[in-house]
C-alpha cells in the first residue's frame, strides 16, 4: 500500500505562487509514475503534470511553462511547483501514483480512469 497525503494547497491571487507536495515512499518513486491530478467543480477530473522513475515527466498544455513538477529523493516527496497562478487553476489537487507505462500516457488517462493511489487532495483557490 502506498499511503499519499498532499499538502501545500491555499488561497492566493492571480498571478502567484503555491507549491503542493505530497510525501511517498522510495518503493512508489521507484516503482510508480506519480503525478498530479486536479478536479474543479463542475468539471471532470484532469492530468496536470506527471513524473516516471525514468524521469521523464509530461505536463498538461494549460500548465506548460508555469508548473514544474519534481521529486526530492532524500525526503522522498513529490511537488508541483505552481507559479503565474490563474483563475483557472482553481481545484482540488490530488496526487496519485499508479505502475503506468509512461508519464504521457498517465497524464491522459480517461476521467474515470482508477489510479492505484491516490490522495485525498488539497484544495487550491485563486482569486483577483
Known amino acids: 500500500h502506498v499511503e499519499l497525503v498532499e499538502s501545500g494547497g491555499g488561497s492566493v491571487q492571480a498571478g502567484g505562487s503555491l507549491r503542493l507536495s505530497c510525501p511517498a515512499s522510495?518503493?512508489?518513486?521507484?516503482?510508480?509514475?506519480m503525478g498530479w491530478f486536479r478536479q474543479a467543480p463542475g468539471k471532470e477530473r484532469e492530468g496536470v503534470s506527471v513524473?516516471?522513475?525514468?524521469?521523464?515527466?509530461a505536463y498538461a498544455d494549460s500548465v506548460k511553462g508555469r508548473f514544474t513538477i519534481s521529486k526530492d529523493n532524500a525526503e522522498n516527496k513529490l511537488y508541483l511547483q505552481m507559479n503565474s497562478l490563474k483563475l483557472e487553476d482553481t481545484a482540488t489537487y490530488y496526487c496519485?501514483?499508479?505502475?503506468?507505462?509512461?508519464?504521457?500516457?498517465?497524464?491522459?488517462?480517461?476521467?474515470?480512469?482508477?489510479?492505484?493511489?491516490w490522495g485525498k487532495g488539497t484544495l487550491v483557490t485563486i482569486s483577483l
Open positions: 496519485a501514483a499508479d505502475p503506468a507505462p509512461s508519464p504521457g500516457w498517465m497524464i491522459a488517462v480517461p476521467a474515470n480512469y482508477d489510479m492505484q493511489f
Open positions: 522510495a518503493f512508489a518513486f521507484s516503482n510508480y509514475c
Open positions: 513524473l516516471c522513475s525514468s524521469g521523464d515527466t
